[in-house]
């Protein structure tokens, strides 16, 4: 079966596109696949805004390695804290794709989402279609600071499928 790619960059992933994700999948036939990456040098952020009052999310997180990641940073508590946050913050939008009856399977990663996209999408030949939830750069809300590769347009360049950005309001 075809898959849909929707990476989440940071914790918190926008409810409006995770239903647009759903809602094109249902139209493709397709499973969505999530990929929630959380990039090193920003835990502190995270944490702190996780603290502040991020509330979303679903199914625990399939690859452990983020978690090794951050342990073998020094930053097991924090490793754990910010975790937990973006499991729930996912776990709240699930329940959108089961009740349209679309699979939906989650994983996180560590690092510069540009990158992972790109390993995720040669990792998994079956996905059709990648959607990347990001926000402007003056939205520090999920602490979005470009990094080389990271642009839109550096991805699509490595990238054998289409990719659909969507930059949230800030």
Do not use: W
């Not at 926008?14 to 929630?36: I, N």
């Not at 625990?60 to 930053?75: D, K, L, P, Q, Y």
């Not at 959108?96 to 939906?104: H, M, P, V, W």
């Not at 990347?132 to 999920?142: G, I, L």
């Amino acid at each position: 079966m075809q898959k849909v790619l929707l990476a989440v960059d940071g914790i918190k992933p926008t409810e409006k596109v995770f239903r647009y994700a759903v809602e094109l999948c249902q139209r493709l036939r397709a499973e969505l696949r999530v990929v929630q990456v959380i990039r090193p040098g920003q835990y502190s952020q995270y944490l702190k805004r996780a603290r502040n009052g991020a509330n979303r999310a679903r199914r625990f997180i399939e690859n452990s390695m983020v978690a090794a990641t951050f342990a073998e940073a020094g930053e097991h508590e924090m490793a754990t804290e910010i975790m937990a946050q973006a499991r729930k913050n996912i776990q709240k939008l699930f329940p959108q794709s089961e009740r349209a009856g679309i699979s939906c399977h989650m994983t996180m990663r560590s690092g510069c989402p540009g990158e992972e996209i790109v390993r995720y999408v040669n990792e998994h030949r079956d996905v059709v279609l990648t959607i990347y939830d990001t926000a402007p750069e003056e939205n520090s809300d999920r602490g979005i600071l470009a990094e080389d590769g990271d642009e839109p347009s550096d991805i699509k360049e490595h990238l054998s499928i289409p990719l659909v950005v969507i930059r949230t309001e800030a």
